[in-house]
């Protein structure tokens, strides 16, 4: 009994320790975006501010127009690319999951095959921009790469396959109804779970996708969220030239708050997933794990 | 002999009309079923665009591409591509580069999973476990771009966490640790632990909780240790799920996450040679000096020897056990 608490001791410790490691760097940004920007500067990111101070946030929404501006298109890019990814693997899981389906062998190997092997960054980008032009669009924040996968293909259609009954497909058969509305009113009400969970996937590859946005767009009214604050990342120039186009003039740009803002944007970059975490941890927790047996 | 022939024909005839037979069989069915066969037509489109046209692009690997003639227009110049990229020191750097962060990567990532998902999976208080287990997954929530910020407001030089309030502790005085190769290996291996250790515990958990209780019974009663039972039940019973994980990043081994060695060492020049990998390599040959010949034989290189081991890998899980293969 004595050994067994101090077993539980000892596992709730280093479990206390790892996930302190975790969410610590977190606390320390959201710290240093309520630090008054001369403390910053003199002694550098606290995890508890000595003057708490409010500026970053201030700036932020007061020179606010290009912020607001990569927040919409990243929730533009994200619901759309969202969407349409769904539509289009839904579309192609379900035919892939009726068994007398023609050429539905051939079907997943043509899907499969494109998890083993790619033609890699250079043919896609020039396909991208030499064949299609996506340079500084918001189809390139969308397209390339992102909307269908063959991984998530296989997810939804191994879901179909195994739990909508074929009696329940046939039944619609019966009473006349032809495979669209089949498809529509019956199997896609009963694939709730999968559809979350592939929509939360879609939803958190979207929100952070960079990648996309470095390659093909160099266009600032092109920038999504993420791709804004990289550039603040690896030049905080950008940040205090950018203020200063915003004619605010030299004298308010000398106080900027650079260091706590640049903090300050970065937790906005965060908030919304993390805010929304705990609504969604279910299905988040269950994607990752069918995800590891159906590799 | 007119016997034999005839049959011949005969057999012939019979051939043909299976054959006419099945096309028409199979001709129904695709117009019995041509509402499912066009749901598929947008995804097919797409992963045609999208995965299979740049597939053909691999002959730019073999091409001395000039814009004037287009892609097909170019002329070849076979493994030239190839060969100036291997005389260079580069190949050999984001080779090994990407080799051995992979391997340390698998090695410590499995091992810290496994502790960690048996250590959750033991506590008795269902909260707090459930608890440590939101918050461990929360860096694989978020983008490398934030990883990129999280990492600097640790390591700034001037504003750093590390600089101004942990080494001081020590008595160490400031490390530029932006300029500082030596110490990267660590760091690029942590920031790889802290992103990535949450979700395979969170899978290995998963693995755990689905044992029967009564082997973990019969254990107690025969007076088995904790240490005893974790060696003899928990590891041999979630051994399937861990080594299919395995092979998976074996398979995977010569792909690098592009984030972790680009955006967390903010893509400083001087750090180059622990930061190259073959990702970063292809990006920065293609985007930074517009060299489409060595950047595409670097990604068909990479591209080719990842098909094979994933091949390789499959073969392996295949053998142990095919319910556990990929195809």
């Not at chain 2, 995977?252 to 972790?260: E, N």
């Amino acid at each position: 009994m004595q050994t067994n608490r101090l077993y539980q001791f000892g596992i709730i410790f280093i479990m206390l320790a790892f996930t302190l490691f975790c969410v610590f760097p977190f606390v320390l940004l959201f710290s240093a975006s309520l630090t008054n920007d001369l403390e910053i500067v003199r002694s550098g990111y606290k995890l508890i501010p000595n003057e708490f101070s409010l500026e970053a946030y201030r700036y932020m929404w007061n020179n606010s127009t290009d912020i607001m501006r990569s927040y919409g298109i990243t929730i533009l890019v994200t619901v759309t690319g969202t969407a349409a990814g769904m539509a289009i693997t839904a579309m192609v899981a379900y035919p892939m999951s009726r068994k007398e389906m023609p050429f539905r062998n051939a079907l997943a190997f043509y899907v499969f095959f494109t998890m083993l092997f790619n033609g890699g960054l250079v043919p896609t980008y020039l396909l991208y921009t030499n064949y299609f032009d996506f340079k500084n669009t918001l189809l390139a924040l969308i397209l390339p790469g992102l909307l269908a996968n063959g991984f998530y293909v296989i997810l939804m259609r191994t879901f179909f396959a195994a739990s909508i009954p074929k009696e329940v497909i046939e039944s619609g058969y019966i009473d006349g109804a032809k495979e669209w509305k089949i498809f529509c009113a019956i199997v896609l009400p009963l694939s709730l779970p999968v559809l979350a969970t592939v929509g939360l996937f879609y939803t958190i590859m979207y929100w952070n996708d960079w990648f996309n946005g470095l390659i093909y767009v160099t266009e600032k009214q092109y920038f999504s969220i993420q791709n804004l604050l990289n550039r603040i990342l690896l030049d905080l120039q950008f940040l205090q030239n950018n203020t200063q186009q915003m004619g605010k003039g030299a004298e308010l740009v000398a106080k900027l708050p650079l260091d706590s803002m640049r903090m300050a944007m970065a937790v906005i970059g965060i908030v919304p997933l993390i805010a929304a975490y705990p609504f969604f941890q279910k299905y988040f927790v269950k994607g990752l794990t069918i995800g590891a047996v159906k590799g | 002999m007119e016997a034999s022939t005839k049959a011949y024909a005969e057999r012939r005839a019979e051939a043909a009309a299976d054959r006419a037979a099945s096309w028409k069989q199979l001709l129904r069915r695709v117009r019995k079923y041509r509402t499912l066969l066009l749901m598929t037509l947008p995804a097919v489109l797409y992963f045609f665009i999208n995965n299979y046209l740049p597939m053909f692009g691999v002959v730019i690997a073999f091409k001395n591409i000039n814009f004037a003639d287009g892609i097909l227009g170019s002329e070849w110049i076979g493994f030239k591509n190839f060969e100036y990229l291997f005389k260079t020191s580069d190949a050999y750097i984001i080779t090994r580069n990407t080799l051995l962060y992979n391997i340390v990567f698998i090695i410590l990532n499995t091992v810290l999973a496994i502790a960690l998902a048996i250590m959750l999976n033991d506590i008795k208080n269902r909260i707090v476990s459930r608890t440590f287990q939101s918050l461990i997954l929360l860096p694989y929530l978020i983008s490398m771009v934030i990883v990129g910020y999280l990492v600097l407001a640790m390591l700034d030089v001037e504003k750093g966490y590390m600089n101004n309030s942990i080494l001081p502790l020590f008595g160490i005085g400031d490390i530029s640790w932006y300029s500082e190769t030596k110490h990267w290996p660590f760091i690029l291996t942590i920031v790889n632990v802290w992103k990535g250790v949450g979700y395979l515990c969170i899978i290995y958990l998963a693995a755990i909780i689905g044992i029967d209780q009564e082997y973990y019974e019969a254990a107690t009663i025969d007076g088995a240790s904790k240490w005893q039972q974790i060696r003899s039940i928990t590891i041999p019973l979630i051994t399937p799920v861990v080594s299919i994980m395995t092979l998976l990043a074996i398979g995977r081994i010569f792909y690098s996450d592009f984030g972790l060695f680009y955006q967390v060492p903010l893509n400083t020049g001087v750090l180059m040679p622990v930061t190259n990998t073959i990702d970063t390599y292809v990006y920065r040959a293609l985007i930074t000096m517009g060299d489409l010949g060595m950047s595409s034989a670097a990604g068909l290189y990479q591209a080719a020897v990842g098909f094979v081991l994933v091949l390789v890998s499959n073969y392996i899980v295949n053998k142990k056990n095919s319910d556990n293969a990929l195809f």
